[in-house]
């Protein structure tokens, strides 16, 4: 009897499913899933002439892409079998009340040593469109990152027109040399570290690099479709601006959050960021490059000059006579053109689970400051006359300490972090003078966290400084999204800036380009009890220190409390 009524009941359940199917979008059609396995390992890879043995997860380059619908969680079984330590971040996913399996080295969690594994819960509430996972240790990111894919709920829509099909794009760079070495190089000689060899797409340099033609990314389509991009700054040191010849791009998202539509004949984007786009395909069926390079502004830095390019192919279209034309890209050095399309982003108000906080409790400035430390005795140091660079936030250069600050924090074990990073720099001065004196350059080390009581309404300025080079900074902050109410070039006025504030519709991201010589106001309401990582995305910085951690106690109520420790957290 039981089995009968079982088997009625399955028959029941799967024909309801088909009929579901044909009318609405189920979990299967999006491929999404619930459990993954990554295994850490060494891979050989070919580019640019040469082979070399790179980090990867399940041997793919860029890493697997994580398909998930909007409020899920997941699992993802991470191993180890590299030979060196890891950590895995899910860059832009809030995991609320869950900073466990964040995965910053050192700030949430121990590495996961050769060998080990750790079983990451990955939580997902109110992110929609683009995200992607990283690695969080030294520069093993540069190869050991992917796409995370974030679909409406199952009977819910996107908010723009269904498009046709999606194409991930992920910007990565490439090095011919091992990056360990790269890192290791430059943080021992107190110089820039060597710039890339190449700009990737997809995890091809592209035509206009040596030996690599016959592999350049393609994008098939169809005239008369709409594509979702789904667009990646994976980079390690570089903001973008990429261009496709003779299309318009139409921003729909930022962030996994919806933007208002704005289109565009070129994107500026950031490592750190990821952007929803959909592209038209509505020209003479033929070849047209998609092409991307550097926006670099800094005084005497080097940075990696070749352009990458993908081919959208029209489906029917003959191969063509001539190679395809570049799109114009904006110049190198156009911060106008970057922060023309930076600031023209747009939240949708409709779509925000809380609102822009207008009544502000804690007001931060923090500077942002390229800094050189004395060369040690006996040594000769290749930053600016024979000193050490480094860099800050508030005049402090964050020490990364060797047990992580949340089990620190959640154990009360002493001496691992100090409370008290400023709300305000020690030094007020002219920020962004031509030239600055010699005595501002040297900050202090330490490891510093900020704490804020739960619900706690924060303004947090981010201030450049022209110490050594004034810079455009990528600022990320783990566990939140927040608003950008304001940018502007020069020195932040607290009382007339505040007034051209965009309380209305600004964009909610987890990261915002700060402008070189200039500043950007971010709020956000501190309603993610845990630690969180914040820090400049470009990782030249912050391997020299420009980070710091936020500490958001505990609220009152069961639901703003810290959930437990996973029980395989791995060891120091
Ligand atoms: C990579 O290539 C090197 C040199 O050819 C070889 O010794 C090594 O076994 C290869 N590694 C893997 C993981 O295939
Ligand atoms: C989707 O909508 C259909 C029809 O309204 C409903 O029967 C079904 O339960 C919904 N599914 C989910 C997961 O909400
Ligand atoms: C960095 O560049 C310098 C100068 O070109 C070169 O000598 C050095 O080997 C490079 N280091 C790495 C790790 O590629
Ligand atoms: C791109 O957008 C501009 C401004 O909206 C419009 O004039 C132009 O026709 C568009 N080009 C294409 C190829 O769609
Ligand atoms: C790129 O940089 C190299 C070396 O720094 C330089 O020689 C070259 O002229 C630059 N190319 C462009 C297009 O700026
Ligand atoms: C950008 O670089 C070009 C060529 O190097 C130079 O002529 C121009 O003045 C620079 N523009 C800015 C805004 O620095
Ligand atoms: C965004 O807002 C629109 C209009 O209010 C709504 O239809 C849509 O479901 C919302 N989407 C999300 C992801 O909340
Ligand atoms: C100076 O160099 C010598 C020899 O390389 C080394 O033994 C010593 O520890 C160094 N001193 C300092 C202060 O680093
Ligand atoms: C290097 O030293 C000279 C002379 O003392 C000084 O004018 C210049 O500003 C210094 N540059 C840096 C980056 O420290
Ligand atoms: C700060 O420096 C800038 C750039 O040199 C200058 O234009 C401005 O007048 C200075 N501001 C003050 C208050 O001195
Ligand atoms: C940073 O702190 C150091 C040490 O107190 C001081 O010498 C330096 O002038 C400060 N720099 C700034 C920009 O405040
Ligand atoms: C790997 O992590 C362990 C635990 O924190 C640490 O003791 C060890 O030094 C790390 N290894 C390297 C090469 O950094
Ligand atoms: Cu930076």
């Known amino acids: 009897m039981s089995f009968y009524k079982e088997l009625f009941l399955q028959i029941l359940l799967i024909s309801s499913l088909i009929a579901l199917s044909s009318q609405f979008q189920t979990r299967s059609q999006f491929k999404t899933r619930t459990h993954y396995n990554f295994v850490v390992e060494e891979t050989n890879y070919t580019r640019l002439c040469s082979t070399k043995s790179i980090l990867t997860v399940n041997g793919k380059f860029p890493g697997p892409t994580i398909r998930v619908l909007h409020g899920d969680t997941i699992f993802v079984n991470v191993h180890n079998k590299g030979n060196q330590n890891i950590t895995i971040h899910w860059h832009g996913v809030k995991q609320p009340r869950n900073p466990w399996p964040d995965g910053p080295e050192y700030i949430t969690q121990c590495p996961i040593q050769p060998g080990e594994k750790f079983r990451q819960k990955v939580i997902f509430s109110e992110e929609e469109g683009t995200l992607w996972w990283h690695a969080h240790s030294d520069w093993t990111r540069a190869t050991v990152h992917g796409a995370i894919i974030i679909y409406p709920k199952i009977n819910s829509t996107y908010t723009f027109i269904k498009p046709y099909k999606e194409i991930p794009i992920i910007f990565a760079e490439w090095w011919k040399s091992d990056v ?130 993908a081919i959208v192919q029209y489906k029917g279209s003959s191969t063509p006579l001539s190679t395809p034309s570049l799109p114009n890209l904006p110049d190198y050095n156009d911060t106008t053109a970057a922060f023309d399309f930076i ?143 304001g940018y502007g070039f020069g020195n932040f006025n607290k009382s007339k800036d505040p007034m051209n504030y965009n309380l209305v519709d600004p964009p909610l991201v987890n990261t915002v380009t700060v402008p070189k010589n200039g500043w950007a106001a971010i709020r956000f309401v501190a309603t993610n009890p845990g630690v969180w990582f914040m820090h400049c995305h470009l990782d030249r910085h912050l391997s020299w220190g420009m980070e710091t951690v936020f500490i958001v106690k505990n609220g009152k109520s069961l639901k703003g409390t810290l959930l437990p420790p996973p029980p395989d957290m791995p060891p120091c």
Do not use: W
């Not at 539509?261 to 490059?289: K, R, V, W």
């Open 180 to 309: 360990n070495e790269v890192l290791r190089e430059f943080l021992q000689s107190g110089g820039g570290p060597n710039s890339s060899d190449a700009i990737t797409i997809n995890g091809q340099p592209g035509d206009l690099y040596p030996c690599s033609k016959s592999e350049t990314s393609k994008l098939t389509v169809e005239r008369g479709r709409t594509y979702l991009l789904r667009v990646v700054n994976a980079a390690m040191n570089l903001i973008l601006f990429m261009s496709i010849a003779k299309h318009n791009l139409t921003v729909v998202g930022v962030d996994a959050m919806y933007t208002k539509p704005m289109t565009s004949d070129y994107i500026c984007i950031s490592p750190g960021n990821t952007m929803d786009i959909l592209f038209h395909a509505n020209q003479e069926p033929d070849h047209y490059y998609m092409a991307a390079r550097a926006y670099s502004t800094g005084v005497g830095v080097a940075y990696d000059n070749t352009t990458t390019t």
């Open 343 to 485: 600031t023209s982003i747009r939240g949708k108000p409709d779509n925000y689970s809380h609102g822009v906080p207008k009544k502000i409790n804690t007001h931060m400035l923090t500077t942002l400051s390229i800094n050189t430390f004395p060369c040690p005795n006996n040594q000769s140091c290749e930053g600016p006359n024979g000193t050490k660079l480094a860099a800050s936030m508030t005049n402090i250069s964050f020490q990364t300490p060797t047990f992580d600050i949340l089990e620190a924090y959640y154990y009360h074990i002493n001496g691992v972090y100090k409370k008290g990073f400023p709300n305000l720099p020690p030094d007020i001065f002219n920020f962004t003078a031509d030239s600055l004196p010699l005595t501002l350059q040297t900050p202090k080390r330490g490891t510093k966290v900020k704490v804020l009581k739960y619900g706690t309404n924060v303004e947090l300025v981010f201030q450049d400084t022209n110490l050594i080079s004034g810079l455009d900074h990528p600022m990320h902050l783990h566990g939140y999204s927040f608003h950008v109410v």
